[in-house]
């Protein structure tokens, strides 16, 4: 026994050398349809974007006179084929190009698994840059909207270092939304559209009590001065030039955020910039369910992050070496906690192929790369890198959509906003597994999503809310029921006095005045249609004791 566990091969610790992170924001707006070329349009009129990529392959964007302009590509190449090319026109800019390029790129793969999706527009947004005492971190920003109301926030992240040790990449890159900068650079337009969002109804949660808000004139003008104060604060930081960052092959004027500068107490963490652009594309979106001009949409959102691991000391080129070395280490980064000592087992690998492993959780999406002897140590030496990186973000993006746009049903049939989104809730509740089952003509990629969809939990909202559902629809129903009853109740008394006038005046007057001929000429209408009333009343009384004694 001893001499066996001496044989054992010790456990390896992570150390990364290249790491790619996407931080996935998936946002459910309060609204079922989305007018994808109005709110391109508004994107490139605020300035926040420069370029807009629609899943039809047609494009506007802003060219070096800040003109709109239309780009169409015809990608060249057949469905199946392992390349596609597109050829830009020589009037697109290239900075335009590349944006595109990368958009063209995940719908490449997109196409390559998805069936039939809805319609979408990808934009790339202003980048950020989070600076530590001894280190910056910039971050690229994109957005796919879908024409349904569910979007798709990420924070790219291409990340390289020397052994970077796996306690540190935990707590520092997995970990991130717990980490406090020092300072925070975003771009000021996007800063002002989150400022007309957030100062809307800011410092109202303030004054209150036990939950309870307190009111009063006195109240109402201190959260205006408070208002005005913060509008002030933002207007002083960002009337001054930014700070000057290269990035991306493009020069950027970013802002620190308004109020953080010299300020140790202030929450400076990456949720502050997911607050920012949300809130910013929040009031950007244009959809037929928004009321007037307000212009907020409410949402919900979830966030993990898709970490791939490109490259770390002693990469495996196969995955049993892979799980022999390596599997502690998966666990930890699955459970974002560097401290644990009994960990669980692996989850299954959602990856059938032997290039690398798929391990998520509620938490993670974690992809671990193998390497073949002939691959280089720069991960992005290798023309294929980039590709496969795509590829899983578009895989990944999927199955953010699809847990999104069922959790954000589930919302809606627990508190439905008014009976169209109810409906619309219910559909998509009846029809969860079947979109999950047809969601993809690659059985790889629907065994996962539809794994991942339990693992998430969504998976056990989808009977409550089911149920949620029929009864605000059988609520519905008896409301209207009630409200239909109650005008037969009415069109029946009308159309019992008129009939009851009809045949006082036809019927009864004529026998009245024969018989009683010394009635004045008011006398004998009323005697008339008192006579008339009885006696239809007497009918309705018949006939609702028959149907009584039926019942």
Not at 12 to 22: E, P, T
Not at 352 to 376: E, G, I
Not at 411 to 426: D, G, K
Not at 489 to 508: E, K, Q
């Amino acid at each position: 026994m001893s001499s066996s566990r001496n044989n054992e091969q010790p456990i390896k610790s992570l150390q990364v050398n290249q790491a790619n992170v996407f931080y996935n924001y998936a946002i459910g707006f309060d609204c079922s349809k989305v007018d994808l070329l109005k709110t391109g349009a508004k994107l490139l009129k605020s300035g926040v974007a420069t370029s807009i990529f629609y899943s039809d392959f047609k494009c506007i964007y802003l060219d070096n006179l800040g003109k709109t302009q239309v780009e169409v590509l015809r990608p060249e190449g057949r469905n199946w084929d392992s390349n596609w090319k597109i050829e830009f026109s020589e009037n697109v800019p290239k900075h335009i190009a590349v944006e595109l390029t990368n958009s063209c790129e995940i719908a490449f793969h997109e196409s390559h698994f998805q069936n039939e999706c809805r319609p979408y527009l990808r934009a790339s947004l202003p980048p950020i840059v989070l600076a530590h005492e001894d280190y910056q971190l910039p971050f690229f920003i994109s957005v796919k909207i879908f024409s349904d109301g569910v979007a798709i926030l990420s924070f790219q992240l291409d990340a390289t270092w020397e052994a970077l040790e796996e306690s540190f990449f935990i707590s520092n890159v997995v970990n991130i939304f717990r980490c406090y900068f020092k300072s925070i650079w975003v771009d000021s337009k996007l800063q002002y559209l989150d400022a007309k969002v957030a100062l809307d109804s800011a410092f109202e949660d303030k004054f209150s009590i036990g939950g309870e808000l307190l009111t009063g004139l006195k109240i109402r003008r201190l959260i205006r001065k408070m208002k005005r104060d913060s509008q002030a604060v933002l207007d002083e930081a960002l009337k001054v030039k930014g700070h000057s960052f290269h990035l991306g092959g493009c020069d950027w004027e970013l802002h620190q955020i308004a109020g953080t500068a010299d300020s140790d107490s202030w929450e400076s963490t990456i949720e502050q910039c997911r607050s920012i652009y949300s809130n910013s594309i929040s009031s950007l979106l244009v959809s037929p369910d928004k009321v007037g001009k307000e212009p907020l949409i409410s949402f919900m959102w979830q966030g993990r992050p898709s970490i791939s691991l490109l490259r770390y000391e002693s990469q495996p080129q196969t995955k049993l070496e892979l799980y022999n070395d390596f599997s502690p280490s998966i666990s930890k980064i699955l459970l974002r906690s560097e401290s644990i000592v009994n960990l669980p087992e692996l989850p299954p690998d959602l990856r059938l192929f032997d290039d690398f492993s798929l391990h998520a959780n509620r938490a993670v999406l974690l992809w671990t790369w193998l390497k073949s002897k002939h691959a280089p140590e720069n991960a992005w030496d290798d023309p294929e890198t980039r590709s496969k990186v795509f590829e899983n973000q578009a895989r990944t993006e999927q199955i953010e959509y699809h847990n999104l746009k069922i959790a954000r049903a589930c919302s809606w049939a627990q508190r439905p906003i008014n009976s169209n989104y109810l409906l619309n809730a219910y559909e998509t509740l009846a029809s969860s597994n079947s979109l999950i089952h047809h969601s993809s003509n690659s059985g790889e990629v629907t065994e996962a999503l539809s794994y991942l969809i339990n693992v998430f939990g969504t998976a056990s909202l989808v009977d409550p809310s089911k149920e949620a559902a029929r009864y605000h629809l059988d609520e519905l129903k008896y409301n209207s029921d009630r409200a239909r009853s109650r005008s037969d109740s009415w069109l029946t008394f009308v159309f019992g006095l008129v009939g009851t006038t009809s045949l006082a005046d036809f019927a009864i007057h004529p026998f009245v005045k024969d018989r009683w001929p010394t009635l004045s000429s008011i006398q004998s209408p009323i005697v008339s249609f008192g006579v008339s009333g009885g006696f239809i009343l007497l009918i309705a009384l018949v006939i609702w004791l028959i149907s009584r004694k039926k019942c």
